[in-house]
């Protein structure tokens, strides 16, 4: 809604910086961060007095693939509806609202935050946890059925809505480093492959999910990389300069990535060890979908990859875990996640947490290399 305050330039010159994105995308990550720092407390005590603290691991719990991981009992979750707050406020006020990626995204980012917040009071009424055999969450298919079908209204609308250059472009598919589409045009098949890139997405931020700071410290790191791309890939003159798809109207999502970074940012405020609220699968289920979502509309899908690269490791971990265990019967790693074989290894969670934003950093350096390796 400030963006509008541009028109007021005749009256006060100093409201022309509202109609830049640069500017707008600033003050949404101010404005984020600061909701998230404000009612960080609010927020926890309120949970606390609910009693929505993460319920603690039973004994019974040791034959499992997180075997021997101890939680903190009674640590409130659902953290992650503080996150959807803030984004959702910096993005409405400093958006261009009549922009419909923008609705796109925070509706993507709403519905997957509702599916986790009833997972995530499922199993803490239940006093069960996701890592148990009697897990009293959503089942994990009715969360897959959910992204699909957000996935399908999405990609009806990008492939029949929106301009002739946005739907010829939805149905295009880029990958990093080549100057030409991979496939000008995928057809019905672009159904499959933006499904495939939302759950994917939604559900690697999820089981990376497992230790203080770790997947919102990533977020941050792939949030920026991905303001930096739809702002580019937004710009006509610069997505040409830089032969990067150019999709109209993308360059607003700047602001929203702008917002979760600096939503993050606040979150990890309270959520660094030792944590003092967890994000839970209300937060982690909506970042990966809102990443998800972010990438097909500026048509770097496979740049989520590399950016995301921790994401794709610990989805990729756990992956590769239930499929050598049903073809030998034999575990590749002592435990899935990839964070918590290396807690089986001995390493303190601050080391694991620290060396994985690391690794997420050099991911998004190189994922920013690919502007100029083209």
């Not at 998800?292 to 048509?299: E, T």
Request: a positive charge; glycine letters at 10%.
């Amino acid at each position: 809604m400030l963006f509008y305050l541009h028109q007021l330039t005749e009256y006060f010159g100093g409201l022309n910086v509202f109609q830049y994105v640069t500017f707008r995308a600033f003050g949404a990550a101010i404005t984020a961060f600061l909701i998230c720092l404000l009612l960080g407390k609010p927020v926890i005590y309120r949970l606390l007095s609910l009693k929505l603290g993460q319920p603690i691991r039973s004994q019974g719990d040791l034959n499992t693939i997180y075997e021997r991981h101890s939680l903190k009992a009674g640590t409130p979750t659902m953290g992650g509806a503080l996150i959807i707050f803030s984004v959702c406020v910096a993005g409405v006020l400093w958006a261009k609202p009549t922009n419909p990626y923008v609705w796109m995204a925070l509706g993507v980012f709403t519905a997957l935050g509702l599916l986790g917040f009833v997972d995530d009071y499922r199993k803490i009424t239940s006093k069960r946890n996701k890592a148990t055999g009697d897990n009293k969450g959503v089942a994990g298919v009715t969360k897959i059925v959910v992204q699909a079908l957000l996935a399908a209204t999405v990609t009806a609308f990008l492939v029949h809505g929106g301009t002739p250059d946005t739907r010829s472009a939805a149905t295009s598919v880029f990958i990093p480093f080549l100057k030409t589409p991979l496939f000008a045009d995928l057809g019905m098949w672009i159904f499959f492959f933006y499904a495939l890139v939302l759950v994917g997405s939604s559900n690697a931020v999820n089981v990376t999910d497992g230790l203080d700071g770790l997947a919102i410290g990533c977020t941050i790191t792939v949030a920026s990389v991905f303001a930096i791309f739809t702002y580019v890939g937004g710009d006509s003159k610069m997505a040409a300069y830089l032969l990067v798809p150019y999709f109209p109207g993308s360059n607003e999502l700047t602001i929203l990535c702008m917002a979760l970074a600096g939503a993050g940012l606040g979150f990890l405020w309270f959520n660094a060890h030792p944590a003092q609220m967890f994000m839970g699968d209300t937060g982690s289920l909506a970042i990966g979908g809102f990443l998800g979502m972010v990438a097909i509309c500026c048509k770097q899908e496979f740049l989520l990859v590399l950016a995301g690269g921790v994401f794709v490791l610990e989805a990729g971990s756990v992956v590769l875990q239930v499929a050598g265990f049903k073809l030998t019967g034999k575990r590749i790693l002592p435990m899935t996640p990839l964070h918590h074989t290396f807690e089986k290894m001995g390493w303190a969670e601050t080391k694991i947490v620290a060396r994985f934003w690391i690794l997420s950093i050099v991911c998004a350096v190189a994922s920013l290399a690919t502007l100029k390796l083209r």
